[in-house]
């Protein structure tokens, strides 16, 4: 399931972004690659929990040149 493009939470509040890329990741193949936008500050520790706690490769984080950006590997 490749994601194509992002799953765009921006504008959602905890618990909802979480709840998406969760459910994205459970739909998702092994190796497969997930990205998540969002601009919830509580993503910034919320997401990298998910992903160490479930053993997903968090690939990358929101920096300058992709403020909201997040991208998961199951």
Do not use: Q, T, Y
Not at 56 to 69: M, Y
């Amino acid at each position: 399931m490749k994601s194509e493009k992002p799953i765009d939470a921006r504008g959602l509040i905890c618990p909802e972004p979480l709840m998406l890329l969760k459910k994205a990741v459970r739909e998702a193949d092994d190796g497969d690659e997930v990205s998540i936008l969002s601009d919830d500050p509580v993503s910034l520790r919320d997401i990298p929990a998910f992903c160490k706690f479930m053993n997903h490769e968090l690939v990358s984080v929101p920096d300058d040149a992709h403020p909201f950006l997040f991208v998961v590997r199951k």
